[in-house]
């Protein structure tokens, strides 16, 4: 299915979120997410269902001085 990923299209087989994630490579514990706008939490990614057309944000983290 497509779903659009920090705002560019990607193709994914997962149909749930802590599965896409890993697809993506978005392997780190420490990111954020949001679904269609609403925030999602760690625990809720492995229930959370991916549908055509989802919009996700992955916010990360970033280190500097």
Do not use: C, K, Y
């Amino acid at each position: 299915m497509i779903i659009t990923v920090n705002a560019a299209p990607h193709e994914v087989n997962a149909t749930r979120l802590s599965e896409a994630l890993a697809e993506l490579g978005f392997t780190s514990p420490a990111i954020a997410t949001a679904l269609n706008g609403e925030f999602v939490a760690a625990a809720a990614r492995d229930e959370t269902r991916l549908n055509e057309n989802d919009r996700l944000e992955v916010l990360a983290p970033m280190q500097g001085g």
